[in-house]
């Protein structure tokens, strides 16, 4: 059986599915907050305690602060400190080149009032353009807000192998890379997975269920024609066409679907199960739309995938043609297919 918790650091543990956050930023429809609360506590009560947020996801971190004030108001102090939150800082592209200490620490102090803590449990720091200096001299700020007490623990989200080398070399004591991670897109085991070994470093993993591509739902239907409902659905399309078309995509579908009727579980669990057994992954970060969704994740940690399973997963995974390359490297070139179609100023600018 899957261990439900792992350590991400010295006497901090977290569960390993993780409660996303960005699908409450209102861009699937309007937010009942008053549900959004109570479905986010649903989900803390079948053991999905850790919450991942940013401070670009408009009113999450709001809504995560208002979600931990209603345990420690229902349920007292000891429920409400098991209730881990996850937050990312994500400094806008036009901001890179000007960036400074008073950014960094503003964005923290914002997320600590919107969040309703003294101390934010995991900061975890993404950079836009790796050409633009800064991000050792942001991620030094950072250490010394966790030196502070304000920060907890500090990690980065979506640099690739080259980068990370040289952000440990700065001595900057990071605990977690997130990242993207599927049986769609493997790129974290092509050079990031050894590096991470070695300095254990541990995965907080979304899109392992591609943005809902890698559902039943998916099974046997005809490929979707552009434009398709959402920027998501956009981005995880670009990645089964690079992984080898549609005919494969439904072939890998199809394996799914087999190893989910051994194990009473649907393609979408038994995806996310795939990548829990991946080698430094400590995570995934799966969303929800509704409390249903919610407490279906839960059945992820009930999954324990088998040689066998994995097996008939990976004859599929041996025919695929990409996606090639390091971390997010495709997603960096702003001309590209996956580039292009990113949002890069989501602060407004502020520093």
Known sequence: MN?????????????RVIRGGWQLAGGHGAIDRKQAVLDLVAAFDV???????????TGVEELIGEARAHLLRERGAEAASRMKVHTKLVPDLEVLPRISRDYIRGIVEQSLRRLRTERLDLVQFHWWDLSMGGYVDSLGWLQELRDEGKVRNVGTTNFDSDHIAEILEASIGLVSQQLQYSVLDRRPSHRLAGLAASSGLAFLCYGSVAGGFLSDRWLGSAEPEMPLENRSLVKYKLIIDDFGGWDLFQTLLRALRAVADRHEADIATIASAWVLRQPQVAAV??????QAHALANARILDVDLGMADLAEIGAVIAEAKGPEGDVYTLERDRTGRHGSIMHYNLNDGRI
């Open 3 to 15: 261990a439900k918790t792992f350590d991400l650091a010295p006497g901090y543990a977290i569960s």
């Open 285 to 290: 970060i799966v969303g929800a739309r509704n």
């Open 47 to 57: 053991g999905i305690t850790t919450y991942d947020c940013a401070d670009i996801y």
